[in-house]
């Protein structure tokens, strides 16, 4: 499968016709939580040769989401953009510099199982990039090809039981890292305007 170039990538996150493809997700029992809180998480695409998508491990230590993979990102402040929360967090969490990442545009809200309204804001980045986890939330930055996101036959779909319910989830491959839930639906929603 051949790698999409910045330009292509570009043209395709601005495309309305890709963009509609994307539709709004929720992970499964959403709606036992009650009323969502609004966050945001930076879906950041880095312009290699061969495209990624920049994704974190989750530390052990917390209290949410434990050593999960994840995108930069968390709760929104008052008063804060979708776009500013996601550079704010990625900053915080990750060393990014809110100026390097150039923002395309948001992908259609995820609405988690926790009680978050998740908005991923995509961007674009350039390497060379100088990240540096912050110990307390991030154990490990990785990038995920973007030529798996391409993939027709992929993502896979799992169920296992949570909370007496039986549930259905997505789940991309990787060799090291189980990247599912939240951020394997949103990893779907870019996969399908890119493709």
């Known amino acids: ?3 999409l170039g910045a330009t292509e990538i570009a043209q395709r996150l601005r495309d309305p016709v890709r963009l509609a493809r994307a539709e709004p997700t929720a992970t499964e029992g959403h709606e036992e939580v009650g ?3 609004a966050a945001a998480v930076l879906v950041p695409v880095v312009l290699h040769p061969s495209p990624t998508v920049l994704l974190t491990l989750r530390t052990t230590k917390l209290s949410s989401h434990a050593g999960q993979v994840a995108f930069p990102g968390g709760r929104m402040e008052p008063g804060e953009s979708a776009e500013q ?18 923002v395309m545009g948001r992908l259609p809200d995820h609405l988690t199982g926790t009680g978050y309204r998740v908005t991923p804001v995509v961007a674009l980045l350039h390497p060379p990039l100088k990240l540096v986890p912050e110990p307390g939330e991030v154990d490990l930055i990785f990038e995920y090809d973007l030529k798996r996101l391409l993939d027709p036959a992929l993502p896979q779909q799992q169920k296992a039981r949570f909370r007496g319910r039986e549930r ?4 991309w491959p990787h060799e090291r890292h189980y990247v599912w839930g939240a951020t394997a639906a949103i ?3 870019l996969a399908l305007v890119l493709r």
């Open 35 to 37: 009323r969502p809180v």
């Open 1 to 3: 499968m051949e790698a």
């Open 85 to 102: 929360a996601a550079l704010r967090e990625a900053w915080e969490e990750i060393g990014l510099g809110p100026a390097l990442p150039k």
């Open 187 to 189: 990893l779907r929603n």
């Open 168 to 171: 259905a989830f997505w789940v």
